[in-house]
């Protein structure tokens, strides 16, 4: 086109004729335009890619919490009341709402705000319709349902097979009982997960109205068998599930998958070692290819739940390997939850290292997954555990961190145990393992405090590293740390840091000295201070007064120092253990500096109760150094003995 | 005393203690043997309590054997404390003791010894022997193995002291500091039991990588791969319903921004969706044509006189319901329709005031023997 317009030009011909000619040339070729299809949008996506602009700021305290200084929370203890008190509130004012329904009638919005309608309270005699048992089973509301229902068949009213059904899935479901509210996410959230990895606890209650629909439907449908069964399995009622299981056999009534997975999944509890819970489990396979079943994800899930606590591990993994190959084969991608079983099956605590974990990041690398399975939950913090423990691998935790914070993956975390979990790991692991100076700079710095609090036993172990390291320069910020996560009663961090301190004198400058004082002087106060009424206070022995006096010397505090060693002195009943002898020897050359010998002579005084044989020669010095007079002189002889002689 | 030092030592003493405790328990049995001729029964019981109080009395030495060997520990311990400044001397002295002694492993020799002792007690062999070795393994080591606890060696080392360590630390210097965490480990094991003795068990091993293939094994062969006429059976559809809302909400977590919360709040049906469509919870409504509200006059044609007062004021109820936007338009037909019902009751009434004419009334009667049938 450019050549034409050019030759154009060099003609000479006129500008309409050149612009006519481009034109028609353009029109040729694009004589259709396009009009892309309308990519139907939903109701919050436009939210969500607004969303997904924003990050987490690692130096901001989470969005639940106001943003103010004062009302952050910094401690894990605080971070949880914090978060359960707006909780709380918002509590109490669905209680507000339920207690006086009758005030809050009235109906602003346009369309009606069903969460904002005060719940409708159900009775036995309240006048209820089919409709209403339909919209509670859809609201998942299990106990008014329940009671509904109740109402419905006293009257004789007519309820259609599959409503029934419906509220019968629901009872096995939840085992006739509400779950906590979807509104409370907070609650959720910090809702610890006690039960452990095998919880083999039956919950189900027999006898109840799951059971008592189930006996007088007829005809027992499919549907309904399923339901029960599995119902059962979940909550861990296999012996009536078993036999409901052959009814059904027997009865020729088609099964459905789920069913089946959930009672691969509770074969463990079925039967009491290996080689039978094994051929039971295959024997369910086979009735499920019988019966022309497709296998789901939920059976792999179930086979491979199985396995990981089946006893034999050797054979375990070899069956959890050829499990993987067969689902492989019909399609079916392992979740997050199946490698999370692999992970237990083969990293057992007792047993030999394995580094299938590699394996398994692999494969899971740069990609984006979803929630499949609820015990995808647990992937991370097991991967982590393992990477950690089994593996001490510092490479393969920073990959699973990576995937972890790929996309939104950060969702698969779980709750907040098992987050504080999935991190409590992750620091020890590079705690140990980088320099001291990466660690805090790219880790602590970072993910400390608004990410994560560290527990007792990581503060230790990154107070231990700079010890190590000699690296003081981080202990002013570590003890303030300490405060602030309410760590500071602790005895063993205590000692630690006030070790660190008193042992690497060379490295210090004036201003640490001068922070060292501080801490130590904090310390102190902290113990002794009896206001507060705390439950934990830390009590002071000896050998950490000793330490305390050691750093408030170094900074020639000499009232401060003057304090310490009266309160050593006076509740030497009280105080376990004694200082070591250079934390008094010190003192004692400080009085000789501030030429107060009466103070030396207390201290010395103090040395001789204790037991300590240093105390002639440091009564010696304060004499040779002092030149005390005939008062001072007898006082000191009174106190070691007539060591003054030999002098 | 250095640990090693004493281990070195131990078998003999152990060996001298039941030397002489088989010396014993074997004049004994030759005492018996002697006069067991005359009585056969008891003595041999005799004998066999006699070797039993014997062999009793063997374990009893050995446990206080062990005691004062663990109390010899924690007494040199704190001279260790005190005495860092003969710490050259001191190692140099066992270096070469321990070159002279040792030309087995000092762990070796432990077993061997061990094994001999059990034998000589007789009785169950295998079990003395462990109880033994554990109970040295257990004054020696603790809770941590000698490598991890390199945190700690380093700790303990004062700087000016570097060029001697430096050269490698021996095993007494190691021990040592074993000896000294042993008396800090009680303390700290209450807070970090468990994330210590895990450290404890995984030192830096060199592990080797061996690639496991995931999918690379013989599948179970129990089901077929290419069936695809296969379904899962029957649904339940509640069942499922239930499970994906708990799937969703195990991976909503509180909001981490605005956006995250007004999405929860729109899915929660509190606030409007976006883009906002003014007419969002009207979808019946859509279905409707705005005809239907509007013209409602088809609704009085078959009932309604064309002229006359009842007209007039249908019509008026027609342009007013026409204009009403709050209500559908099954509830406009009601009203008209209730007026068709009201007008057909008070017939009589509005017969005698002549607000009906004669030929209108033709369309009632129709309608009312219409209704009849």
Redesign the interface.
Known sequence: MMNISKTLLRRGLPQANITSNILLSTATIDDKIEIPKRIP?G??????A??ST?G?DPTAA???YHDDPYLIPLSSSGKRIF?MAQEAGRKAAHWVRQEHADLFQHREA???????VPPMVYTEESEVAVADLEKL?EM?QVVDSAVVYRVLKEKNVEVAQELE??LL??L???NCEDGVS??F??E??FRQASKGKEFVKKTWKDGDLAEQIFSKMTPK???SY??II?GMSKYRQMDSAVQLFEEAQKSNI??????YNSLIQSVNMIKENFDMRWSLL?DF??QM?N??????LGTLNAILYALSFMGNPKRAK??V??????F????IEPSLGSWYYVILTFCKERGP????L???IN?LEDKEHQ????K??HFFVTAMEMA??????VALARRIDKLLNYGDNY??I?DSYKESVYFRHYF?LLC?NLPLEEFMNDVYFKLVPHIYVPE???M??VL??V??NGAVEYIPKLWSDLIVFDQSH???LV?CILNTMV?NE?LVTPELTESFAKIAWDIYSRSINEEEGRVHRLNLTGDLLGKILILLVRQKDFEKACKVMDRLDKNQQTIAGVPKIEALALFVDLCIEEKVPSRGIDCIQYCTDCGFPEANSLAVRLHKELNLDEVFLERLTKVVGDVFSTS | MSRIYLITHLPNNIKNTFHNVRHRTLQKVSLCTSSSSSSDDDTKLQKKVEEKKKSKEALDKLNKLLLTMTEDDVSSKTKLNLAQPTNKRQKKLREKQDFKESKATPTETLVNAANNVAESIGGDVKQTQSELLMKLLNVANGDATVNTNL?DL??GMK?DQESAQGAGLSKAQQVRQILQEQSKAP??KG??A???S??A??P??D???????????????????N?N????????????H??D????????????????????W?????IW???IDNE???EEEKKVYFTDHVFLEKHLEPWCPLKGPIRHFMELVCVGLSKNPYLTVEAKKEHVLWFREYFKDKLELLQETGAIQETDLGKLHADQKQSEH
């Open positions: 949008r109701p919050t996506d436009i939210l969500r607004l969303e924003v987490r989470h969005y639940k978060a346009d369309p009606v705000i069903e969460a904002f089973i998942r059904q419906g899935e629901l096995c479901y939840q979807e509104e996410v907070e959720r959230w449908t499919p549907e399923c339901a599995q088609p099964l459905n998958t789920n069913t295959a396979l086979t290819k019966s022309n079943l497709k296998p789901n070899e069956y390997l050829q499990t993987l190959a067969e492989k084969n019909l399609g290292v394995s580094t299938i590699h394996d398994i494969h929630i499949r399975d609820l995808d939950t950690r423990h089994h593996l001490n691998d969702n698969l779980g020890a140990d007792v036993g990581i230790a172990e231990n590293q010890d190590v602790r005895e063993n000692d042992n060379q | 945190k380093v700790k700087i303390r700290r807070d970090m468990k994330p210590r895990k450290s068990k995984s830096k091993r592990v080797v990588v061996e690639k496991i293939s995931l999918f690379g094994s013989e599948p179970l062969g129990i089901f077929s791969p069936q006429d296969l379904t899962e059976g029957v649904v339940n559809k509640t069942w499922n239930l499970y809302k708990d799937l969703k909400l195990a991976v909503t977590h509180p909001p981490s921004n605005y956006f995250q919360q007004m999405i929860l729109t899915e929660q049906k509190k969706k976006f883009p969002q919870g009207l």
